[in-house]
């Protein structure tokens, strides 16, 4: 079982950055793939970025185009964390942001992730 915790959510002007973070408490991390989705209000809940085991020491990153290119993710296996760095914030980046994990493949579907977070809120003021 794997609890998740997000904070670093905010107000943030357009072009701005804010630096989310999702730590992990449970028994295994390194193995558990982990992503970050959000949603707007009004919305479905959609994929933001990802980090996936594959195998080892070995991560896979990946991200939707629409935040390609200004968001990282990273995690920390040692600390048990997860982090989305987010700059060049746009108004549509306005969403609550949630972390998830799952011991298994996750794709892109917010479906293929068993465990997630409250969720935290991310405002992007033009």
């Known amino acids: 079982q794997v609890q998740l915790v997000e904070s670093g959510g905010g107000l943030v002007q357009a072009g701005g950055s804010l630096r989310l973070s999702c730590a992990a408490y449970?028994?295994?991390?390194?193995?558990?793939?982990m992503g970050w989705f959000r949603q707007a209000p009004g919305k479905e809940r959609e994929f933001v970025a990802a980090t996936r085991w594959a195998g080892g020491t070995t991560y896979d990153v990946d991200y939707a185009d629409s935040v390609k290119g200004r968001f990282t993710i990273s995690r920390d296996n040692a600390k048990k964390t997860v982090d989305l760095q987010m700059n060049s914030l746009k108004p549509e980046d306005t969403a609550v942001y949630y972390c998830a994990a799952d011991r298994s493949y996750a794709s892109r579907r917010a479906n293929d992730y068993r465990h997630w977070g409250q969720g935290t809120q991310v405002s992007v003021s033009s």
């Open positions: 449970g028994r295994t991390f390194s193995s558990y793939d």
